[in-house]
């Protein structure tokens, strides 16, 4: 039940579902010669296929046309060389009819199609060749009749072997030229001026036919290709169709996961409200609030996760190498999951480690803690425990490898796949939130793609699961150990400090008008960049800090009111785009602006954080300000 999760053993991911952030690589000419090489191989084994399908007919018209001869020539041959020339066909004929036979009892077997063409190549040979001897043997000088015939032989086979040996040109050359061959000849023999006109009218025919059989050749090998290149065409329409009805059935599902999940802590909200709002017992309001913020929490953490699928498939997640000690990130990690696993009575088992990673450290604490967070909420009894080893088959190229595994209720084989897509989740029929929306496992696939770390799954039903993270070692002599700065609570108040924020909604600016005057800002506010010109105009005010909706009336978006700000303060200053969308060609939009972005809905410590950051900046490269980055959310 071994299962993992990349592009060589998922077939998710192979199927598409993580194209946009997958690391697509043109093919090379290896696989374009490759390509080309069996769209060859098909055209040539169905042109040798139409010949042998049409021998049988062939073979019945040549017999006939040797009794023609037969008998045509009684009266001026010897009987006994008419019969052994007849004799030879029919041999020949024979030959190809066991030939055929043998053909089409084996025409599966794709592979030897030159080699039957060889096979009928040299048939064709013989059959010239008795064709050929005819004119040289019965050529009777004293008979114009004998002689019109002959030639009328001649070109009769000529013609007729065209259209089904033009799919193999050799097949022609070997039949048409001993043919034409004895003709030349015995003309050559009469010697007189006639008979050599007549023999180069006969070589021009010879060239003529030999022309029109390549061309022939070509179009015949044209046809099939197009044919099979249709074909081809047709069954990738097929697997698009498909594929399309299976997003549209994915959007269906997500669509409706997400109505529910979202629609339930704002129902919640909608009522704590209503209650507030009638509630006169102080006490009681600030119960009522705390349950307003944990509802409010809890839609945060739903629409941070939906947002999250779709950072991944815009592409614009950026995974930021580096080495560092993995016992630093665990040590932050694993205690909030001990506090979580304490309460349904779980331990969670870790032996510290040594071991130097090269990882993104963000990315891969998201792996982990969905991972650590699914093993959490589907373990009723036991624990999980978390082991981190050195594989020691990989000399070359030293990895990593993290194992979390639990005591749960296990996966099922035939589910094993299932559980990385979108909004599957296992043993939750109701949708209960406190085991998430379903979509961990899929964020995990992902990120896992990105950092091109393996992930492999182990699972039995009723016993527990365990995941496997591979990852490359790193080096400890390119750790570098920085410190977060401390964050003092003065540095919460930005005095007199010019911010400029727009938007195209009115309450929104009601409330960050408040809100930056809270925080001692000097507030200006507008609707959008031509009214933050004349806001700026008017009041003589130089922002120091920029805030922007990305979407704004009338098509205007945050990155264009920007620019116009820019224009007519003759400086560029911090920016920060604001936005709700999370269409991923808007979120690429919004990240190739070059500005800091951020999602709705926003907690205020965010923006004051930006804000911080934009006047005061951190003096480490660290990420100081986790909520700043344009990053998948670990919360």
Same mark, same amino acid.
């Given at each position: 039940?071994?299962?993992?999760?990349?592009?060589?053993?998922?077939?998710?991911?192979?199927?598409?579902?993580?194209?946009?952030?997958?690391?697509?690589?043109?093919?090379?000419?290896?696989?374009?010669?490759?390509?080309?090489?069996?769209?060859?191989?098909?055209?040539?084994?169905?042109?040798?296929?139409?010949?042998?399908?049409?021998?049988?007919?062939?073979?019945?018209?040549?017999?006939?046309?040797?009794?023609?001869?037969?008998?045509?020539?009684?009266?001026?041959?010897?009987?006994?060389?008419?019969?052994?020339?007849?004799?030879?066909?029919?041999?020949?004929?024979?030959?190809? %009819?066991?030939?055929?036979?043998? %053909?089409?009892?084996?025409?599966?077997?794709?592979?030897?199609?030159?080699?039957?063409?060889?096979?009928?190549?040299?048939?064709?040979?013989?059959?010239?060749?008795?064709?050929?001897?005819?004119?040289?043997?019965?050529?009777?000088?004293?008979?114009?009749?004998?002689?019109?015939?002959?030639?009328?032989?001649?070109?009769?086979?000529?013609?007729?072997?065209?259209?089904?040996?033009? %799919?193999?040109?050799?097949?022609?050359?070997?039949?048409?030229?001993?043919?034409?061959?004895?003709?030349?000849?015995?003309?050559?023999?009469?010697?007189?001026?006639? %008979?050599?006109?007549?023999?180069?009218?006969?070589?021009?025919?010879?060239?003529?036919?030999?022309?029109?059989?390549?061309?022939?050749?070509?179009?015949?090998?044209?046809?099939?290709?197009?044919?099979?290149?249709?074909?081809?065409?047709?069954?990738?329409?097929?697997?698009?169709?498909?594929?399309?009805?299976?997003?549209?059935?994915?959007?269906?599902?997500?669509?409706?996961?997400?109505?529910?999940?979202?629609?339930?802590?704002?129902?919640?909200?909608?009522?704590?409200?209503?209650?507030?709002?009638?509630?006169?017992?102080?006490?009681?309001?600030?119960?009522?609030?705390?349950?307003?913020?944990?509802?409010?929490?809890?839609?945060?953490?739903?629409?941070?996760?939906?947002?999250?699928?779709?950072?991944?498939?815009?592409?614009?997640?950026?995974?930021?190498?580096?080495?560092?000690?993995?016992?630093?990130?665990?040590?932050?990690?694993?205690?909030?999951?001990?506090?979580?696993?304490?309460?349904k009575g779980l331990y969670l088992k870790y032996k510290p480690t040594h071991s130097v990673v090269r990882s993104d450290p963000a990315l891969l604490e998201i792996i982990l803690r969905n991972i650590l967070s699914n093993a959490i909420n589907y373990t009723n009894e036991g624990g999980i425990?978390?082991?981190?080893?050195?594989?020691?088959?990989?000399?070359?190229?030293?990895?990593?490898?993290?194992?979390?595994?639990?005591?749960?209720?296990?996966?099922?084989?035939?589910?094993?796949?299932?559980?990385?897509?979108?909004?599957?989740?296992?043993?939750?029929?109701?949708?209960?939130?406190?085991?998430?929306?379903?979509?961990?496992?899929?964020?995990?696939?992902?990120?896992?793609?990105?950092?091109?770390?393996?992930?492999?799954?182990?699972?039995?039903?009723?016993?527990?699961?365990?995941?496997?993270?591979?990852?490359?070692?790193?080096?400890?002599?390119?750790?570098?150990?920085?410190?977060?700065?401390?964050?003092?609570?003065?540095?919460?108040?930005?005095?007199?400090?010019?911010?400029?924020?727009?938007?195209?909604?009115?309450?929104?600016?009601?409330?960050?008008?408040?809100?930056?005057?809270?925080?001692?800002?000097?507030?200006?506010?507008?609707?959008?960049?031509?009214?933050?010109?004349?806001?700026?105009?008017?009041?003589?005010?130089?922002?120091?800090?920029?805030?922007?909706?990305?979407?704004?009336?009338?098509?205007?978006?945050?990155?264009?009111?920007?620019?116009?700000?820019?224009?007519?303060?003759?400086?560029?200053?911090?920016?920060?785009?604001?936005?709700?969308?999370?269409?991923?060609?808007?979120?690429?939009?919004?990240?190739?602006?070059?500005?800091?972005?951020?999602?709705?809905?926003?907690q205020p410590a965010q923006i004051r954080a930006f804000i911080r950051n934009a006047i005061h900046p951190p003096t480490t490269r660290q990420d100081s300000i986790e909520n700043v980055k344009n990053k998948v959310s670990v919360d």
């Amino acid at each position: 039940m071994d299962k993992s999760v990349n592009k060589k053993n998922n077939p998710a991911i192979n199927q598409g579902l993580y194209e946009d952030l997958s690391d697509e690589k043109s093919p090379s000419p290896t696989d374009s010669i490759k390509a080309i090489s069996s769209m060859e191989k098909r055209v040539f084994s169905q042109a040798i296929d139409f010949i042998y399908h049409n021998q049988f007919n062939v073979i019945a018209t040549l017999i006939l046309m040797q009794l023609t001869v037969l008998v045509a020539m009684w009266q001026q041959a010897n009987h006994m060389l008419l019969f052994s020339w007849f004799a030879a066909g029919a041999i020949v004929l024979f030959g190809r %009819y066991v030939l055929v036979s043998r %053909y089409l009892k084996k025409r599966e077997e794709i592979d030897t199609a030159h080699r039957w063409a060889q096979y009928y190549a040299t048939s064709s040979l013989f059959n010239g060749t008795i064709w050929g001897s005819a004119t040289l043997l019965f050529f009777v000088s004293e008979s114009v009749i004998n002689q019109v015939f002959l030639l009328a032989i001649t070109i009769g086979m000529t013609v007729g072997s065209l259209v089904v040996n033009s %799919y193999y040109l050799p097949s022609f050359l070997l039949v048409a030229t001993p043919v034409f061959l004895g003709t030349i000849i015995r003309l050559l023999m009469e010697g007189n001026l006639e %008979y050599q006109g007549l023999t180069l009218i006969t070589i021009a025919f010879f060239i003529s036919g030999v022309k029109i059989a390549k061309n022939t050749n070509k179009a015949m090998l044209e046809g099939i290709r197009l044919r099979f290149e249709n074909l081809d065409l047709i069954q990738q329409l097929k697997i698009q169709k498909e594929a399309a009805e299976e997003a549209n059935h994915a959007k269906s599902k997500f669509l409706a996961a997400a109505s529910h999940d979202l629609r339930q802590p704002l129902h919640t909200l909608s009522l704590f409200t209503a209650l507030l709002d009638s509630e006169n017992n102080k006490q009681r309001q600030q119960d009522l609030i705390t349950k307003i913020n944990r509802s409010q929490t809890a839609l945060s953490s739903l629409l941070n996760t939906l947002l999250d699928v779709s950072k991944l498939d815009a592409g614009i997640v950026e995974a930021k190498l580096r080495d560092f000690e993995l016992d630093t990130l665990l040590k932050h990690l694993l205690p909030e999951f001990e506090s979580e696993g304490r309460e349904k009575g779980l331990y969670l088992k870790y032996k510290p480690t040594h071991s130097v990673v090269r990882s993104d450290p963000a990315l891969l604490e998201i792996i982990l803690r969905n991972i650590l967070s699914n093993a959490i909420n589907y373990t009723n009894e036991g624990g999980i425990s978390l082991l981190v080893k050195k594989l020691e088959k990989t000399s070359q190229n030293p990895q990593i490898r993290i194992e979390i595994a639990d005591t749960g209720i296990g996966i099922p084989k035939s589910k094993q796949q299932e559980i990385f897509l979108e909004f599957h989740q296992l043993a939750n029929p109701a949708r209960n939130r406190a085991k998430g929306l379903g979509l961990g496992l899929a964020i995990v696939r992902r990120v896992s793609e990105l950092l091109k770390h393996d992930i492999e799954l182990k699972s039995i039903t009723g016993k527990g699961s365990k995941f496997f993270i591979t990852l490359a070692e790193g080096n400890p002599e390119r750790v570098v150990t920085t410190k977060l700065e401390d964050v003092s609570v003065s540095q919460y108040a930005f005095p007199q400090t010019v911010v400029l924020f727009i938007d195209d909604e009115d309450e929104i600016r009601t409330g960050m008008l408040k809100t930056l005057n809270t925080w001692g800002c000097t507030a200006i506010i507008a609707t959008s960049g031509k009214d933050a010109v004349e806001q700026i105009q008017t009041l003589g005010l130089q922002p120091e800090v920029i805030l922007s909706d990305y979407r704004l009336q009338d098509g205007e978006n945050g990155v264009d009111a920007i620019h116009q700000v820019y224009h007519e303060i003759s400086r560029k200053v911090p920016a920060l785009i604001i936005t709700g969308d999370t269409a991923p060609e808007r979120l690429r939009e919004a990240k190739h602006s070059g500005y800091t972005l951020l999602h709705k809905p926003l907690q205020p410590a965010q923006i004051r954080a930006f804000i911080r950051n934009a006047i005061h900046p951190p003096t480490t490269r660290q990420d100081s300000i986790e909520n700043v980055k344009n990053k998948v959310s670990v919360d």
